[in-house]
């Protein structure tokens, strides 16, 4: 009796494991349809602020959205005048196109990278008319600490090949070409950008100072999401695929070029839904989510670049960007 009580609650517990194992896979969604926009992606956009200082010089008036550039953020400049034709600034190493918004004048994305110092910068915006006279403005932005925390990771020995600076700079200066052409196209819509994920938790943040297994010195380049896998991943705003395709750490990477040196990129994906070239619009499926590259388990990170500079992915859909 004893014995078949035993067997009894043996069956009994392997029948519980097995429907909980079920039940982890269950978990999976099933693969989202190609290349259709998702029904449910809404947010409220956010609305125009007004500027924190306004500057006025022989009709051209310059407006700053911003007091100070936390260093890894980006920063809103508007320039307009009657009859304005163009702007531009330069700003810390960076010429940055202002593209058109529709009878507002232009719109320039200031972006600083997350290592700059902070002090105070010389910025110099330039205005131009159909008439052909030109405007300069010259003025200063400061550049305040990111508070970026300290972060230390372990990857597991299956994966520790991954935590080599060789590997790292090697990925980065192929992203910086990636990021380098300034595609003069207004790909995103008024209501800017989007977080691709559904639902979702941050955990790690952009900016950490990492330090993998004690060996590596790194900078965490943009935000992780707890996610299970297989979540779809949507576009954040409308553009063209500039990169799909296998990274060492970023594993399956999807880049998308926004227009205006404005990138956001989607990584450690299990699957991938584009190509390259292709227009993609905001909130459309582009892959799923995954544990490729330098992952210690299933997360997503997102990341961007402005200008050339990682920038706070976060900070940007905060942000108003028309
Ligand atoms: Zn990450």
Not at 227 to 255: E, H, Q, W
Request: include cysteine; hydrophobic fraction near 40%; charged fraction near 15%.
């Amino acid at each position: 009796m004893k014995r078949l009580v035993f067997i009894a609650l043996t069956v009994f517990l392997s029948i519980v494991s097995l429907a909980y194992a079920d039940e982890g896979i269950n978990e999976t969604p099933p693969p989202p349809t190609v290349g259709t926009p998702a029904p449910i992606y809404t947010a409220t956009p956010v609305p125009r602020p007004t500027p924190m200082s306004i500057l006025e010089q022989d009709g051209t008036t310059v407006e700053l959205y911003f007091q100070s550039i936390a260093q890894g953020q980006v920063g809103l400049i508007h320039v307009n005048g009657e009859n304005i034709a163009g702007g531009r600034a330069r700003f810390i190493n960076n010429i940055v196109d202002f593209y058109p918004v529709p009878g507002d004048g232009y719109y320039g994305i200031l972006s600083v990278n997350m290592e700059q110092t902070p002090r105070k910068y010389d910025i110099s915006v330039f205005a131009w008319y159909d008439d052909g006279t030109r405007v300069t403005i010259n003025t200063q932005v400061e550049v305040v600490l990111g508070g970026f925390i300290r972060q230390d990771i372990t990857m597991a020995p299956d994966r520790l090949y991954l935590v080599d600076a060789e590997i790292e700079r090697d990925e980065l200066a192929r992203l910086e070409s990636v990021f380098s052409p300034v595609t003069p196209e207004h790909m995103w819509d008024a209501n800017g950008f989007q977080l691709p994920i559904l639902g979702s938790e941050l955990t790690s943040p952009f900016g950490a100072f990492r330090n993998f297994n004690g060996a590596l010195q790194t900078r965490h380049t943009g935000w992780d999401i707890r996610t299970i896998l297989g979540m779809p991943i949507m576009a954040s705003a409308g553009g063209k695929v500039a990169f799909a395709g296998l990274l060492d750490i970023r594993g399956n990477i999807v880049i998308i070029d926004h227009g205006y040196g404005v990138f956001t990129a989607y990584c450690h994906l299990s699957q991938i839904h584009v190509t390259r070239g292709q227009t993609i619009v905001k909130g459309q499926i582009i892959g799923v989510t995954g544990d490729t590259g330098r992952s210690s388990g299933p997360h997503f990170h997102w990341e961007m670049a402005v200008n050339g500079n990682f920038v706070d992915t976060i900070q940007f859909t905060q942000s108003w960007i028309p």
